[in-house]
């Protein structure tokens, strides 16, 4: 078989795949996890604020065990349980005068004993419980998009009317202070709305991997830009380009999305990476 035949034969599968509902509700959700997280996610590189993003991404298995275990929605026990650690995170590193890795080391393993507990006490064996950990973005439903458009929507306003306050509060709080803004509730904000992105982006990749797509698109887009609202917008295509090939070739492969999803925008992140060190290289030597 030529090379043409394989590249018609692999463009038929894609539109074949297009004209399923299974596919199309991936790709929008796609679409809207890569703006909530390209939004969130920055903030997050910016203030390096991965480690606490992994700590609230692992403390959600406690309120998915609980879910299992009492018949409450996963999603919803997990955002409850996500948003209290995230506040616990923030509360004790800051007014308890607990270190900040250790606190999110507390949290990240309690949330993860909490779920194990309930999963293993639960009759049978956890319903869809692979979907949670390694991400399966082909089974997101209408409702999932519909919260994921809303979170994208409320992020962008958020980011729109107050994003130069948010910057102030998270790099000079001492000035923010000087202008009226309540540091604190910016913050506590801020967690909420990284614990709520996580969430919602949990059947996209998984727990396993979801740190991945909060920090992955974000260093590749800060390898070509230190402007925040660029690095928004890049990181937001970065991340849907990774969507677009994990999702044609979970769906082609059989395999959980979230493993392409990552490892495609690790591969973009490596190319990337060595084309500005080229370009960088090039510069140098002209200036030589």
């Keep these: 078989m030529s090379d043409s035949e394989k590249n018609n034969i692999i463009t038929m599968e894609f539109f074949d795949l297009l004209s399923y509902s299974f596919f199309q509700n991936a790709l929008l959700g796609s679409l809207f996890a890569s703006i909530a997280c390209g939004i969130i996610g920055s903030y997050v590189v910016i203030r390096r604020l991965v480690f606490i993003s992994g700590g609230i991404t ?6 998915i065990g609980m879910g299992f275990y009492f018949g409450w929605n996963p999603i919803l026990s997990a955002m409850i349980f996500s948003i209290l650690s995230a506040f616990g995170i923030e509360w004790l590193s800051s007014r308890q005068g607990v270190r900040e890795d250790s606190a999110i080391g507390s949290f990240w393993s309690l949330g993860m004993a909490v779920g194990i507990i309930f999963i293993y006490l639960k009759p049978g064996f956890a319903p869809n419980l692979s979907d949670y950990l390694f991400g399966n973005i082909l089974t997101i439903t209408k409702p999932d998009i519909i919260y994921l458009a809303v979170l994208s929507l409320v992020l962008i306003i958020v980011f729109l009317l107050f994003g130069r306050q948010i910057l102030f509060a998270a790099f000079d709080p001492d000035f923010a ?3 009226n803004l309540s540091v604190n509730l910016i913050k506590y904000a801020m967690m909420m709305g990284i614990a709520i992105t996580i969430v919602l982006s949990i059947r996209l990749v998984g727990i396993v991997l979801l740190m991945s797509i909060l920090t ?6 800060n390898l070509f ?3 925040f609202v660029k690095m928004i917008l890049l990181s937001i295509l970065i991340g849907f380009l990774g969507c677009l090939v994990g999702l044609f070739l979970s769906a082609v492969l059989d395999v959980p999305s979230g493993v392409f999803i990552i490892f495609t925008q690790i591969i973009v992140f490596l190319i990337s990476r060595w084309i500005v060190k080229l370009i960088h290289k090039k510069q140098l030597i002209g200036s030589l």
């Excluded at 692992?58 to 309120?63: E, M, N, V, W, Y």
């Design 58 to 63: 692992h403390a959600s298995l406690g309120g």
């Design 177 to 179: 202070k000087t202008r």
């Design 216 to 221: 992955v698109p974000q260093m590749t887009a």
């Design 225 to 227: 830009t230190s402007n």
